[in-house]
Nanobody
Framework: EVQMVESGGGSVQAGGSLRLSCTLSGFTYDPFDIGWYRQAPGNECEMVSHISRDGETYYSDSVKGRFTISQDGAKKTVYMQMNSLKPEDTAVYFC??????????????????????????WGQGTQVTVSE
């Protein structure tokens, strides 16, 4: 059974930092890339970042320069270091990976989160709250 377990969320003040982790298990293939979505109440779901198994990275404009995604292949874990956090970063953050070897997160940028769920596995989410 595929599992993606996120951790590292919490509450911080603006300007603070958090590091999210996502550990994968149960995959029978090596996903091309792994990444993070976020969903805030009343806001559109957003693809925040992803990293390919070759280390190629993507960041949305809203987090570029503040967030850094990385991976530890041996631990099957992806990390997202979030610095200079802003109140607008408050959201539930979900780790995601493509369903099967035919799909890549990089192919899904124009899809809504609901549409992308057809092609991705998601974790249960971890809450990040940034206060003024």
């Amino acid at each position: 059974e595929v599992q993606m377990v996120e951790s590292g969320g919490g509450s911080v003040q603006a300007g603070g930092s958090l590091r999210l982790s996502c550990t994968l298990s149960g995959f029978t293939y090596d996903p091309f890339d792994i990444g993070w979505y976020r969903q805030a109440p009343g806001n559109e779901c957003e693809m925040v970042s992803h990293i390919s198994r070759d280390g190629e990275t993507y960041y949305s404009d809203s987090v570029k320069g503040r967030f850094t995604i990385s991976q530890d292949g041996a631990k099957k874990t992806v990390y997202m270091q979030m610095n200079s956090l802003k109140p607008e970063d408050t959201a539930v953050y979900f780790c995601a990976a493509p369903r099967g070897i035919l799909f890549k997160l990089s192919m899904l940028h124009e899809m809504t989160c609901e549409e992308s769920r057809t092609y991705t596995y998601w974790g249960q989410g971890t809450q990040v709250t940034v206060s003024e």
